[in-house]
């Protein structure tokens, strides 16, 4: 599976979107791009995956660029409570449904 | 209400006693996994299972063992705990192809 690139960490406004960018230059056709979120240290959370259309859902926006080789996550109106360590995760479709966790994005929401 | 659980949530043992983190799922999924978690190193990948009697191993293996004899169960095993097994450990299933479901993690001191 491709690895992926994330920055370190974010800060955002509350009430504002929260734009999280991830490289994936190595993705290959039949890849998916997952998003996973962890909050403090409770099981990680699933948010939303795309092939190559954007998706949305009632958590988040995920925009893929034509090229696939970059997405970003969008939180449309963040909360306090989307504080979290937000993972992007590339998977193939064949083999087994694992996942290679980063070290992800920390984004903190500011009041 | 579908679910991943784990037990126990908490445990402090010592070196050389052998225990047992259980994990249990209700949604019927064929496939599930260990990880565990330490700082700075994101989670990884202790063994996976894709279905009854079918375990592999994944990239941190050594010093477990899992069983998977039920489809809604999968005991993560640890014969001789040893300090350097200290960590935050979570449990996920998974429909083949599917997304991932985690349980509330088990955090785990051996003294």
């Known amino acids: 599976d491709a690895k992926t690139t994330q920055p370190t960490s974010m800060d955002c406004a509350e009430g504002r979107a929260a734009n999280l960018p991830c490289n994936h230059s190595?993705?290959?056709?039949?890849?998916?791009v997952y998003w996973y979120r962890q909050i403090h240290s409770q099981g990680p959370q699933y948010i939303i995956h795309?092939?190559?259309n954007n998706e949305t859902n009632e958590m988040a926006s995920l925009i893929i660029t034509e090229d696939r080789k970059s997405s970003t996550l969008i939180l449309p109106h963040a909360t306090l409570r989307d504080t979290a360590v937000y993972y992007c995760?590339?998977?193939?479709?064949?083999?087994?449904?694992?996942?290679?966790f980063g070290t992800g994005t920390r984004l903190t929401v500011i009041p | 209400e579908a679910q991943v659980t784990q037990n126990p949530r908490y445990l402090i043992t010592v070196t050389g006693k052998k225990l047992t983190v259980t994990c249990s799922q209700n949604?019927?999924?064929?496939?599930m996994s260990w990880y565990r978690q330490d700082p700075g190193l994101g989670l990884r990948q202790i063994y996976y299972?894709?279905?009854?009697?079918?375990?592999d191993k994944g990239d941190v293996p050594e010093g477990y063992k899992v069983s998977r004899k039920e489809k809604r169960n999968f005991p993560l095993i640890l014969e001789s705990p040893s300090p350097n097994q200290t960590s935050l450990y979570f449990c996920?299933?998974?429909?083949?192809?599917?997304?991932?479901?985690f349980g509330p993690g088990t955090r785990l001191t051996v003294l």
């Open positions: 995760i590339v998977r193939g479709t064949t083999g087994a449904n694992n996942l290679f």
């Open positions: 299972s894709m279905n009854v009697e079918v375990t």
């Open positions: 996920a299933s998974a429909s083949w192809g599917d997304t991932q479901y």
């Open positions: 795309g092939l190559k």
């Open positions: 190595t993705i290959s056709g039949n890849e998916y």
């Open positions: 949604m019927n999924h064929e496939y």
